[in-house]
């Protein structure tokens, strides 16, 4: 793929990961991209490296512009290997340049690299470094996504390169908003922030403040992952602020796993309780569906119905692991209840409700269990538990 033109000097060199289908247990079924960025002026500076495997296509992309003996700065916005791997060779090749990273990124840097990397400068927030005509501003960004983050600016240019915020994992042969379906790429987009960035509502809400404070013009977009927004940056912006606020409408979207359909027959009957009452309901059964699916769903939903059969006195394993995921993602202000079948102890609505309670989430309680095989009068208390939790969420 040839390099592609943000504005004048500026080129993404980046790679595209068209086969990565599984992001440390997040399902990307798209693929992903790794974005680099070469900026040129009377001085030139690489934005950020790609992940080790694709290290060949970042010297291909950056050779046909330029030599690497003429590189001046490499920025590290962000050490997560997936942007920092190629770091070690591409700093050899870049002999002559100096390397840039916030204060925990260089301490990151040492901690994944060693101390070839003591030589780090560090920078701050407001920090300026004049490459000629184009300046580059500095901004922290902790926890967007790890305490290293950091933006940095393009002043003249009008660019923001945020590495991880605003991205989405879509791998395609374009590169910019307005060449690719707008419907894929807010789907992608949303399904990036509902598994990677929703722990950190609060610190993007606050950060998103701080950009608009400082009246930042802002032409492009240029994230280190999928595609730059230019055509019209506040789109991604105000997603951004919509799902960082947890908006959530009149939905329910019901997990749950099942053994010998019983379970699964529940979930059937509890949406159409759910759906009766005018209310959306998506069912998402676990081994037919991946936990990163799920939670893209629950980004804008009001109550979550989770089910599991039981098994050996406790939930099913793969309740396990979605509660697990969900918890540690923190999705607020949604209601969540449990429901499940059993044969004779029970244990996994109980176990539910326990791990759900001990992460703060709000619980409504009872939830429905039947035994063994849902009769007429079971599927009745589960239709009338869907409409119970639809009249919940409308109140
Ligand atoms: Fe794309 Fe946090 O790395």
Not at 31 to 41: K, P, Q, W
Not at 100 to 127: M, N, P, Q
Not at 150 to 166: C, H, Q, R
Not at 266 to 271: F, G, P, S
Request: with cysteine.
């Amino acid at each position: 793929m040839v390099n592609v033109v943000l504005k004048e000097g500026v080129n993404w060199v980046g790679a595209v990961d068209w086969n990565i289908r599984d992001f440390h247990g997040y399902n990307t079924n798209r693929g992903s991209t790794y974005n680099a960025y070469l900026i040129r002026d009377e001085k030139t500076a690489l934005i950020d490296t790609v992940k080790s495997q694709f290290c060949d296509d970042l010297i291909a992309h950056v050779e046909e512009l330029t030599t690497f003996d003429k590189i001046d700065y490499i920025i590290v916005n962000h050490v997560e290997m997936d942007h920092s791997s190629s770091l070690p060779a591409i700093a050899k090749l870049a002999k002559n340049a100096k390397i840039l990273a916030s204060v925990r990124g260089k301490d990151e840097l040492i901690k994944h690299y060693g101390h070839y990397f003591d030589v780090v400068e560090t920078v701050k927030t407001g920090d300026e470094l004049k490459l000629g005509k184009k300046t580059l501003r500095f901004l922290e960004a902790p926890m967007l996504h790890w305490p290293d983050s950091m933006f940095t600016y393009d002043v003249e240019d009008k660019i923001l390169l945020p590495n991880d915020a605003f991205g989405q994992h879509l791998a395609c042969s374009e590169r910019f908003d307005d060449e690719v379906d707008e419907h894929v790429l807010m789907e992608e987009a949303a399904m990036y922030y509902a598994n990677i960035l929703m722990p950190f509502a609060p610190l993007i809400t606050r950060k998103i403040q701080e950009v608009v404070g400082m009246k930042l013009e802002i032409d492009m977009i240029a994230p280190s992952h999928g595609i730059i927004w230019r055509k019209d940056p506040m789109k991604i912006i105000n997603a951004y602020l919509k799902w960082s606020a947890m908006e959530s409408k009149n939905k329910v979207v019901i997990v749950f796993d099942t053994m010998w359909h019983s379970t699964d027959t529940m979930a059937r009957a509890i949406a159409d309780g759910v759906i009766s009452q005018g209310v959306e309901a998506k069912l998402y059964k676990l081994r037919a569906n991946s936990i990163s699916e799920a939670m893209t769903e629950i980004l804008d939903s009001k109550a979550v119905l989770v089910g599991s059969p039981t098994l050996n006195n406790g939930m099913f394993p793969t309740l396990g692991q979605f509660l697990t995921y969900a918890t540690g993602l923190k999705p607020k202000g949604k209601l969540w209840s449990f429901f499940g079948s059993y044969g004779w102890g029970g244990g996994a609505v109980k176990g539910m409700a326990d791990m759900a309670k001990k992460a703060g989430f709000e619980v409504y309680e009872p939830g429905v269990e039947v035994k063994f095989v849902p009769d007429k009068e079971d599927l009745k208390k589960c239709f009338d538990f869907g409409q119970q939790i639809a009249q919940k969420i409308k109140a």
